[in-house]
């Protein structure tokens, strides 16, 4: 009989103190079947109305660990909306997975099916239970696709899986059925994926390992190829925000081609989404915003006043995307933190540093790792690195839950642990 592990305990007020926390901690307890205990629930977001007492479990965040309760046969409790308090023990690997075709249906239409997909796609991409080529998984996710705080299926689609694919060659392939909103009106979504996972004793590889041509070049020196531009507003709004948008693109990257990847008419004044990903080669950086026409506005119902909210989002938002490029890095600063628990999980090391390398210290680090040399590991007590706090909680998270991950030089270099499935016997 295997002998039960102990308990990690997490804080849940700890560095970022929100979802993040509760998503990859589920996600790396499921792959590594480790039991966890969380506190104090997203214990840093305020209440109703700016209340001090906010926090806890959400919808999506039940939704993806019922499902990966049920998959590996897990003891749960406090597993409920508004719960402060989780314990999750799974007992079955992911290899044990049976079903290959998984519906899940969130219990409120505003709950993101891009965080129950972040959640669960972990445990998912390490059930494969041969070392055959496995039936290729199959997964459909009903609820919100545009809802704040919250990556949007545009941003999955064209920042995150196009990296993941790049960097580990984790291909996915994925549609958009139907578009649900936070925003305004109730609206209830659909996307659906289908992936093949790692195969039992196959690990999660970086396809550069070091800063080769993918991930180095010259570092603060970016030649963008395109931008691509996904703008779905109301459609009064269309022309000028279009506008508004070519000419602060040309204004802040003269000579860089602007495509306007996706453009729809969102159906209401409520809602407003436009995303931008600058492109370079296999990197992408992207810069979104979702919100909505002020009532003063609308209560004009002007084509001025529509021109001048275009004008302000415009500006806001393509100053946000010059300011992530010219920081030097390969990953914005949303994606960076999406991709900490693949580096941990993976099999040696990767780096997706957010700035520039003045003076070619990561290099020489990663260098030293090759040859097996000494180099100071980062201190893991609290977040730490550099990046955002969701950045530096997710490392936190990764060294807390899975202790041989190894990070150095402020979590600019991960050394993953090489994950991997044993082969579960069908006898």
Known sequence: MEKQRPVIELDGRTGEGGGQLVRIACALAAVATVPIRITHVRG?????????????????????????????????????VGSHTLDFRPRLKPSSLKSRTIKIEADSPAASTLLIFQAIFPFLLF??????????????????TNVSFSLSYEYLDQVLLPTLENAFGIVVQRKLISRGWSLGKASRGKC???FNPLRAGETLTFKDNGLGEIYGGGPGDVDLEAIDVSMIVPFAMQESMMQALVTD????????????????????????????????????WGRDMLTSTPKKTKAKGSAMSSESLSQSLSRK????????????????????????????????????????????????????LSLDEKLRKDKTIIPFGEGSLHAKTARWVTAELVPEVKWYNKGRICHGVGMQMEKVSTR
């Not at 109305?49 to 479990?57: S, T």
């Not at 081609?257 to 453009?263: L, P, S």
């Open 44 to 80: 840093n977001r305020e209440g109703p109305r700016g209340g001090a007492k906010g926090g806890g479990l959400k919808s999506q965040h039940v939704t993806a660990i019922e499902y990966l309760a049920t998959a590996t046969n897990a003891e749960v409790d406090g597993l409920s």
């Open 127 to 144: 059930s494969g239970s041969s070392d055959k080529v496995d039936e290729p998984i199959t997964l459909e996710l009903s609820g919100g």
């Open 317 to 368: 938002l393509c100053k946000e995307l010059f300011d992530e490029v010219s920081a030097g890095g390969v990953v914005d600063e949303f994606l960076q933190d999406q991709l900490a628990i693949f580096q941990a999980l993976a099999e040696g090391k990767t780096s997706f540093p957010r700035t520039h390398d003045e003076n070619g210290e990561l290099e020489q680090a990663m260098n030293k």
């Open 192 to 194: 659906s994926f289908q």
């Open 249 to 284: 693109l040309e204004e802040m990257f003269p000579d860089v081609e602007v495509n306007f990847k996706v453009t729809e008419d969102s159906g209401q004044d409520s809602r407003i989404y436009v995303l931008l990903v600058g492109r370079s080669g296999e990197l992408r």
